[in-house]
């Protein structure tokens, strides 16, 4: 079976990572006839080492078949270039399935590339929704569910939402990837990572903080008030640690926004970022993986955003939504309560080997 993997943002490549580790596994032990080779296709939509190369080099990710460097743009003219330069890799490679991660414009330009050649799609991460369609993620989810053919959901209320919409054939629930590669990469960042002595942190005694949505990096009353919620906070009550995504590093610089207490670094590699969550007091995040990882982590977690996907970690009472109000944001500080974990809200760390067969069994059927 030929599988085209479309990846292109950061969060998709840790997300790919334990698929493609888990083919590799599977490809180890099966017969000749249940192959499945991975090609990989980078679109290119993240581009700094720091954003992309690590990644791959950290988390040992097959080296992409091909790099369509895209680059950045507005949303029309990165998914329009993508969607152009996928469409032409996919009729001269003819995979039997095209595999999409998440919500982001590399999502939405391979998935339609794929459907318009009436190729399969296996969507991860399907199902989630935010009901805010301003969102650019709500367009590329909502398209990408309705044109998948294998739709694998982490949570039983990703199932509900896609009922909700129509959608049943095709529909499994398998867990989230991004528990597996928790689970498989915690002991490793224990083990290799340096980032608390390079950093000089003192486990608990710091709060660790990740921006980057267009909600809030493009609305610069709410940056600056999330900014203006951390500078306090740093300066009388917790050190404040930001690994910055290039794109709030820009604003802040047009918005000549002064950060003075709080601590802005580069973005770390993944195994960093797994060790500076765990030793965290407390998350700030608008990031959707980093809510879940907080709630992994038993940290609890301050999310930037009027609402979430992972609807889950709130309803725990691990998730606090303070939006961009100053006010909630410092009082959430203070009124946290820390409710009793679930780990298994979101699958059992198998999520990975489900996919997998899954994609056999379809590839069964088409044998057929
Ligand atoms: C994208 C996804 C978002 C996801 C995030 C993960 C879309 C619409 N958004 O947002 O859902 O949560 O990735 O991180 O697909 N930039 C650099 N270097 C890079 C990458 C980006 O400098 O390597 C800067 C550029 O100025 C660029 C801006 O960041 O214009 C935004 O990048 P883009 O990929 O368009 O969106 P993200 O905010 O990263
Ligand atoms: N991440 C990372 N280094 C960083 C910031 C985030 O490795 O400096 C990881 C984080 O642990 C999580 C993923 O990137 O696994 C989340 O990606 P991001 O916040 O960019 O996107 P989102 O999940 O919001 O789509």
Known sequence: MKIITIIGARPQFIKSAAVSRAIKQHNALSSHSDTLEEAIVHTGQHYDQKMSDIFFKELEIPEPAINLNIGSGSHGF????????????????????????????????????????????????????????????????????????????????SIENLTREGISEGVHLVGDVMFD?????????????????????????????????????????????????FEDTAKSKIQIVIPMHPRTRKRIAELNIDVKYSMIIEPVSYLDMLLLEKHASFIFTDSGGVQKEAYWAKVPCITLRDETEWVETVASGWNFLAGADYGSIIASLENRTVAKQSTSLYGNGNASQLIIRELLRMNGKAAL
């Open 78 to 157: 990165q998914t329009g270039q993508m969607l152009i330069r996928i469409e032409a890799l996919l009729l001269s490679e003819k995979p039997d399935i095209v595999l999409v991660y998440g919500d982001t414009n590399s999502t939405l330009a391979g998935a339609l590339a794929a459907v318009k050649l009436h190729l399969p799609i296996a969507h991860v991460e399907s199902g989630l929704r935010s009901f805010n369609k301003r969102m650019p993620e709500e367009h590329n989810r909502i398209v990408t569910d309705h044109i998948s053919t294998l739709l694998f959901c982490p949570t039983k209320t």
């Open 181 to 229: 590669s928790v689970l498989y990469n915690f002991e490793l960042a224990q083990k290799k990572s340096a980032i608390l002595d390079r950093l000089s942190l003192i486990p608990k005694t710091y709060a660790l903080a990740t921006i980057h949505r267009a909600e809030n990096t493009d609305h610069a009353e709410r940056l600056k008030k999330i900014i203006q919620a």
